[in-house]
């Protein structure tokens, strides 16, 4: 093993654990009011999508650690970049979702509550793949009148399983 790429996992997995703690924290502290305080206000519409968002990291960190884990060994510097972005691609991915869902665009029967609103974002974070590939379909069919059957979706394949993403 490259004493190089032994230094890539451990910062890797640093960056990860500060991010899943650091979601959780940074939640604790909006839902205190301490960020309100600090920030001289209440902002009660951004709350909620800080809370999205927070969830959504939450999932794609949860799976970006059980696939660094899973394939600890495997890991080379091409996969340093997708691990690095997967948290901020969830939380932004969730916001969205939760948007497109309030606006009537995608339907999905759940309760109307910050709680299962929240549990959407996680999915969204954890399931961040198989999202992308339902809005491509989805935007194919909106924008395109319908794909082509032969056309395989773009984009990489996860770490250590080539085609396949979660």
Not at 47 to 61: M, S
Not at 75 to 96: Q, S, T
Request: charged fraction near 15%.
């Amino acid at each position: 093993m490259k004493p190089t790429i032994f230094w890539y996992r451990i910062a890797l997995l640093g960056y990860l654990l500060a991010w899943f703690a650091g979601s959780f924290i940074t939640a604790v502290s909006v839902y205190s009011g301490a960020v309100a305080r600090l920030m001289g206000g209440e902002f009660p519409v951004i709350e909620e999508y800080v809370y999205y968002a927070l969830g959504g990291a939450i999932g794609g960190t949860l799976y970006a650690l059980r696939l660094l884990h899973e394939y600890y060994d495997n890991l080379n510097e091409r996969w340093i970049v997708w691990y690095l972005l997967r948290p901020i691609n969830c939380a932004v991915a969730a916001v969205m979702t939760i948007i497109l869902f309030n606006s009537g665009i995608l339907l999905l029967t759940t309760g109307e509550t910050m709680e299962a609103r929240i549990g959407i974002a996680f999915l969204v974070g954890f399931g961040y793949g198989k999202l992308m590939d339902k809005l491509r379909m989805l935007t194919e069919t909106l924008f395109n009148g319908g794909g082509r059957k032969d056309e395989q979706p773009a984009g990489p394949p996860s770490p250590g399983q080539p085609g396949k993403e979660a």
